[in-house]
Every structure is written in structure tokens, then in C-alpha cells.
């Protein structure tokens, strides 16, 4: 059939022209209810998958798939919110309730950074609390914003307070390293809040701790001439944990987690590199990571985990894996525990990314994994076997900083949305989680508040339910999203 002639190359630039646009075509649905237009999240699943929700704050180039977004485990959209960049969406615990926390605010700040505010919105997704951050920041432009907090960390504390990383850009001496003595550089603050009050009870700089973490050791190149626009990053922070004496920190730049004391200083240093840090151990080795997290911490042990990019842009050594290690604290030695990557899918993620135990407790539990800059998630169990796979986006076009799994159980603040379309009634209610059928209303009259006699009723069919309106001469009519026979919502009436 390729009988023209045509050079070899334009027959490349043509079959390459058409394998990147079906890539990039990914599906998206769309309602009547509503403006809702989510990417399709294309699943294979096995037995063994935990139950929850699946939160995706999907950064996607087509500003319509750019949202808070929410899955169930068979990949129907159950919540789409406001379409803004957006970080770290997923459920935390505060004050004994479940919230819903994201960041939201100006993403892609230079180095990969941001600066925007924290929203905690309760079950009925009302806002509760806005964490904002001010102090006396320089940024790379000058220009002066109305909330300072980073995208990488809003992690809420057991003491009600929220951990949240930021940068500031300051001036310093790097002729040590044949830079001006005036260069310009990143330096990764991080602050725990009181989210009670907003107030600050803690504040950490990595530039005031070169004893212990010296900017020689940084793995981050360097521009000949540092400049306040382009300032050189040698950190990276991009997780920050409570811990039973401080907090532990993850630097990516440093290829290294840092365990700090409660007054801020370094304790100890695990490293990705052998030879670096404090710990010994073969199987030590990951680099580039995000999202260190411990568990079971004790004076003698703890648990370690964290998502292994081993990559970074334009550097690829190998495979991406989510890694979990044990620490043993006594002998300063690290082995592993689970190095979780898919055998029919190797993943190479430049940047973000994270790995979750789903039930911190239990020794059965699965893990689920967010893929960064590569648009899947996925759910491993105890052996290191997948048993979820999740596709949310075409590859280099859609991706998310962090994905997670949680048990969510929300009843918004807002009502059901019904439309009726050429004698057929779309019913849907974003957000909600508790209802699992619809009852149809109607009023015979002209006034809306006799739509109280009972239709039909029909079982919730994904996020957008329907059925056909019977011929009983109704006027207006309104529908209850219900859980068995038990009324949650109306929506408000609608004429037919
Ligand atoms: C940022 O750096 C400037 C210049 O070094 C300094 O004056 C300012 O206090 C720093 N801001 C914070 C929040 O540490
Ligand atoms: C920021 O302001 C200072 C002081 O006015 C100025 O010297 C510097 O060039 C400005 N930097 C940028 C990136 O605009
Ligand atoms: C919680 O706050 C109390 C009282 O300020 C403090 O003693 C304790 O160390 C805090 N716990 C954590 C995990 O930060
Ligand atoms: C920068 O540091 C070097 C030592 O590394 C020192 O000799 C020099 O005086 C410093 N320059 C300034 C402007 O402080
Ligand atoms: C983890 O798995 C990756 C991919 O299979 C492999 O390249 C790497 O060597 C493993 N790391 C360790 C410490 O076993
Ligand atoms: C990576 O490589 C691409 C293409 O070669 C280039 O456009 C991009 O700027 C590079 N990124 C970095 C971080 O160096
Ligand atoms: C924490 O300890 C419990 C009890 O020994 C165990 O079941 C669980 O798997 C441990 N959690 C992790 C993340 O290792
Ligand atoms: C699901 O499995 C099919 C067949 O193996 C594969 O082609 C597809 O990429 C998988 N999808 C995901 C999201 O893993
Ligand atoms: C009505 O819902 C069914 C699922 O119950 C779906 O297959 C069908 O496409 C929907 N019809 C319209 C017109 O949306």
C-alpha cells in the first residue's frame, strides 16, 4: 500500500505523527448533568484489590482533565473538582474526623517548585480551613504572592498541625565551587502550622544545617552564573514526616533521607549512594526519590519507605520501584523489604511520585503507588504482586504529583443535578459516596412542591444514572438520591 513514493523520512515523520496522536487522544467522559469531563482511568484488576477510593489530582496539558479527581476501584468518577493544578489531594485525619486536604495555587515554579495554600474541606466538601503561609520570602522574580506554601508536602500531624515545605531565594558564596561569590540559590524551608490557628510553631532551614548537610554534597549540576532568576537547587526537599523525635526529610538532590531532632538538627543521614550516610547495607540503593515515609518507629527500628525514581530528567540509570527497608538502628544497617515494580510495564518517572501502605497496621496490607510524571497508578499486596494497574492519561501529556488510596465517605453540601433530555431523566450528585439508588418524584400540577408522588425508582449506574420518564402526564419532577429506602437528597425540581 506504500507504493509513492514518498522519502523514507516523511513516511517516519507521518507513522510517528499518528502513534503520538492516538497516544494523545486519551478518552474523556462527559454528562448532562454537568460540566464534569473526566480523562477516562483505563484498569485491570485482580482479586486481592483493598477497598477505598482512588484520589487523582491529574495535571493534565488539556485544562479540562486539570482537576481534584476521585476513582472507584472499577474506574468510575465518583468526585471532579474545581479545574486548578493541584497537589497531595487525599483524605488525613484531624481533630478524629476524616478531611479532604489539597494544595492548590501556581505550579511550575522554576526548579519544579510552587506557591499556593492548603484547602481542608470536611466530609460534605464545605472548606474548613485555608492554611496560608507569609514570612519574609525572596523569589526568583520578585514578585511577591499572598501565600508562600510549596507543592511538595501538606502532611497533617497526630497534634492537629500540618507540615508544609517552601522556598526561599537567597544569595551565597559558591566561589568554593568556581561560582560567583554572589550566586544565587535555593534553599528548602520547611514549617509545621497549627491549623487551628495558622499560626507557625516551627520552622526549619536546610542552609543553617551545613554542618551535617554540606552543599558539596549535593548531586544537583550548577550553572556557571547562578542568577536570582535561575537560582541553583542543591536540595530538594520533597517529603517531610513527623517522627516519634523530630521529623525525617527527604532530599532528593541528596539522594538521601534525613532524620532530624526536635530542635531541627541532624540526627542521622540515610543515603541511596553506598559509601554516603550513616547507614550500611547492599541493598541500599535508590536515587533521585520521593516521598519518604517511616512506620513502626522505635529506638531501635523503624521502617522505611519511599518511591524510587532512579531517574531523573534526561539522566536514566534504571527502573523506577516503590521501596520499603528495614531499619535496624542499633547496628546502622538497612535491608530490604519489598522493591515493587511491575514485570509487564517497566516505569522510567523523571520526577514525583509516591508509595502508600493502605492499612498502616496490618501485616497483610497492600500498597499503592502513584507514578509521578508517568500517568499510572498501582496497587501492589504483600507479596509484591499487582493487583490494580491504572492508566489516567496518555504518557508525556497527563501526569500527578501524588495518587492515593483512602476510604472516603462524603455527602456534599450541594444537591443531586437531575436534567431531563427528550423524554429521559440524567440523574448524578458529585461527590457523593453514600447513595446507591434513585427515586423519581412528580407533581401532576403546576406547583413545584406537589412533586411527591413516587414513579420509579432505579440502582446508581456509575457517576450518571438514567431512565425514561413514564407517560404520567407530570408537570415537574425531582429525585432523591437514596441509600436502600433511606432519603439523602432532592435535587431541586425540574420541569418536564
Ligand atoms: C530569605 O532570604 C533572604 C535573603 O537572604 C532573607 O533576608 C530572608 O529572611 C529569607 N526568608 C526566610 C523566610 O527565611
Ligand atoms: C529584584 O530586585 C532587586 C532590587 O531591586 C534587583 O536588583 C534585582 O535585579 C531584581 N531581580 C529580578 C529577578 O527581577
Ligand atoms: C504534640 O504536641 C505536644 C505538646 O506540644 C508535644 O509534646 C509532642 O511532642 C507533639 N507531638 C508530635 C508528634 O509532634
Ligand atoms: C567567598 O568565600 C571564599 C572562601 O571560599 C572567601 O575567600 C571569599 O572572601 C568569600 N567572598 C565573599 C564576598 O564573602
Ligand atoms: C530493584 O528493582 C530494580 C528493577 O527490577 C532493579 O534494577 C534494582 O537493582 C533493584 N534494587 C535492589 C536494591 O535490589
Ligand atoms: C531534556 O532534554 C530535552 C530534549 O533533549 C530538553 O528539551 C530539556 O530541556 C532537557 N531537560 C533538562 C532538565 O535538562
Ligand atoms: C507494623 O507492625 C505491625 C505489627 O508487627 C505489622 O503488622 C505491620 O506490618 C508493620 N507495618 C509496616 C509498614 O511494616
Ligand atoms: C491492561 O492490560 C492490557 C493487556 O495486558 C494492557 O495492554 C494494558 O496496557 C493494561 N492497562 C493498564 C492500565 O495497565
Ligand atoms: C443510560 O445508562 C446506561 C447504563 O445504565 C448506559 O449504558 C447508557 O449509555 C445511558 N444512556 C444515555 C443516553 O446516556
Same mark, same amino acid.
Given at each position: 500500500?506504500?507504493?509513492?513514493? &514518498?522519502?523514507?523520512? @516523511? ?60 476513582? /472507584? ?32 495555587? %501556581? ?56 507540615? @508544609? ?45 551545613? /554542618?551535617?548537610?554540606? &552543599? ?82 522505635? /529506638? ?5 519507605? &519511599? ?77 509484591? %504482586? ?92 425531582? @429525585? ?17
Amino acid at each position: 500500500m506504500w507504493s509513492v513514493h &514518498l522519502p523514507v523520512g @516523511v513516511i517516519l515523520i507521518l507513522l510517528g505523527w499518528f502513534s503520538a496522536a492516538t497516544e494523545a487522544n486519551w478518552p474523556y467522559a462527559s454528562f448532562k448533568t454537568g460540566p464534569w469531563q473526566p480523562p477516562q482511568l483505563q484498569l485491570n484488576k485482580t482479586a486481592g484489590v483493598d477497598p477505598g477510593l482512588i484520589f487523582i489530582p491529574i495535571r493534565n496539558e488539556n485544562s479540562l482533565g486539570t482537576a481534584v479527581t476521585i476513582y /472507584d476501584n472499577n474506574g468510575e468518577m465518583i468526585y471532579q473538582g474545581p479545574e486548578v493544578a493541584s497537589m497531595n489531594f487525599r483524605v488525613q485525619k484531624l481533630f478524629g474526623e476524616d478531611v479532604l486536604t489539597y494544595w492548590s495555587g %501556581e505550579a511550575g515554579v522554576y526548579g519544579g517548585y510552587g506557591y499556593g495554600k492548603v484547602h481542608i474541606l470536611d466530609k460534605t466538601y464545605q472548606e474548613i480551613h485555608t492554611i496560608t503561609l507569609t514570612d519574609n520570602f525572596v523569589t526568583g522574580d520578585n514578585e511577591t504572592r499572598d501565600s508562600y506554601i510549596d507543592v511538595h508536602e501538606h502532611f497533617i500531624t497526630d497534634n492537629n498541625t500540618i507540615l @508544609v515545605s517552601a522556598i526561599n531565594i537567597t544569595q551565597h558564596n559558591l566561589s568554593s565551587f568556581g561560582r560567583p561569590s554572589d550566586s544565587w540559590i535555593t534553599t528548602n524551608l520547611f514549617y509545621e502550622i497549627d491549623i487551628a490557628t495558622n499560626e507557625v510553631i516551627f520552622k526549619w532551614n536546610a542552609l543553617d544545617h551545613q /554542618d551535617k548537610i554540606p &552543599l558539596s554534597k549535593s548531586r544537583q549540576w550548577m550553572y556557571t552564573n547562578p542568577i536570582q532568576a535561575m537560582s541553583w537547587d542543591p536540595y530538594h526537599t520533597n517529603s517531610i514526616t513527623p517522627t516519634k523525635d523530630g521529623y525525617i526529610v527527604s532530599m532528593r538532590f541528596y539522594c538521601s533521607a534525613f532524620y532530624l531532632n526536635k530542635d531541627g538538627t541532624v540526627r542521622w543521614q540515610l543515603s541511596g549512594n553506598i559509601g554516603d550516610g550513616d547507614f550500611t547495607g547492599e541493598d541500599l540503593r535508590f536515587s533521585w526519590q520521593h516521598d519518604i515515609r517511616i512506620y513502626n518507629e522505635t /529506638d531501635k527500628h523503624l521502617v522505611l519507605s &519511599l518511591f524510587n525514581n532512579a531517574k531523573k530528567q534526561n539522566i536514566s540509570q534504571s527502573e523506577t520501584t516503590a521501596m520499603v527497608f528495614d531499619i535496624d538502628l542499633t547496628t546502622m544497617t538497612g535491608s530490604l523489604l519489598h522493591n515493587l515494580s511491575d514485570p509487564t510495564n517497566a516505569i522510567y518517572a523523571g520526577t514525583q511520585g509516591n508509595l502508600e501502605f493502605l492499612d498502616k497496621e496490618t501485616a497483610t496490607s497492600n500498597m499503592f503507588v502513584g507514578y509521578g510524571s508517568v500517568p499510572y497508578v498501582k496497587e501492589y499486596n504483600s507479596k509484591g %504482586e499487582v493487583v490494580l494497574s491504572g492508566k489516567f492519561g496518555a504518557l508525556e501529556h497527563a501526569m500527578s504529583y501524588r495518587a492515593f488510596k483512602n476510604k472516603w465517605e462524603a455527602t456534599p453540601f450541594w444537591n443531586p443535578a437531575a436534567v431531563i433530555k427528550d423524554g429521559i431523566i440524567y440523574m448524578s450528585w458529585n461527590g457523593a459516596t453514600e447513595y446507591d439508588n434513585w427515586a423519581v418524584y412528580y407533581s401532576l400540577s403546576s406547583l413545584v412542591s406537589d412533586a411527591t408522588h413516587p414513579m420509579s425508582t432505579h440502582p446508581r449506574t456509575g457517576f450518571e444514572t438514567n431512565m425514561s420518564i413514564s407517560d404520567t402526564g407530570a408537570k415537574f419532577v425531582k @429525585v432523591a438520591a437514596r441509600k436502600g429506602e433511606t432519603i439523602l437528597r432532592f435535587s431541586d425540581p425540574v420541569e418536564v
